[in-house]
């Protein structure tokens, strides 16, 4: 089982590459990272704007009643964010909030269960939360590698993404 130790140092691993990809984006004319690059959502934009959609819609069940889930699909969530500085500010914002929220998890909230309904299983979903907090940290470095190899291939240089060069 994992502990806040690990979803602290990810809330921060998370952080460090999105400040990356961003600004490596950020050399990228709007057109460039809203090519269809072939990846599972698309383009940069695209895959940036989904991996905001899942860190809302897993936060929204983190913490009950104080964050509403994302307005569209998993399907439509490559749209979620249009506007490339509104989708800037909303990641650097809610990086933050992931942050806290890892900074304030008691070890004792690892060891339940979450009971969600899950649009893609149509039902009820009922897991360990320690495994769904693994998961959700996984999903963002699953779709920031696609991002970050997209960029590269686009020309731009976002920085290295090994956990072991991340300022402690």
């Known amino acids: 089982m994992i502990g806040v130790d690990y979803a602290r140092t990810m809330a921060r691993y998370n952080a460090w590459q999105n400040r990356s990809l961003y600004g490596a984006a950020d050399g990228l004319t709007d057109e460039s990272r809203k090519v269809d690059r072939g990846a599972f959502f698309g383009s940069i934009h ?22 509403d889930k994302p307005p569209v699909l998993v399907r439509e969530s490559p749209g979620n964010y249009p506007d490339w500085d509104d989708l800037k500010a909303q990641r650097t914002h809610f990086d933050a909030r992931i942050i806290d929220w890892a900074d304030h998890l008691p070890p004792d909230w690892l060891a339940g269960d979450i009971t969600w309904y899950s649009g893609l299983a149509k039902a009820n979903v009922t897991k360990p939360k320690w495994i ?18 997209m960029l590269t291939s686009a020309g731009a240089k976002p920085d290295d993404t090994d956990i072991m060069l991340m300022a402690v």
Do not use: C, E, K
């Not at 695209?46 to 964050?67: E, I, K, V």
């Not at 769904?132 to 190899?149: D, E, L, P, W, Y």
């Open 132 to 149: 769904i907090v693994t998961h959700f940290f996984n999903h963002q470095t699953h779709h920031r590698g696609q991002a970050h190899a």
């Open 46 to 67: 695209g895959t940036l704007s989904h991996l905001m959609w899942g860190d809302q819609q897993w936060m929204s069940r983190f913490q009950p009643g104080t964050l």
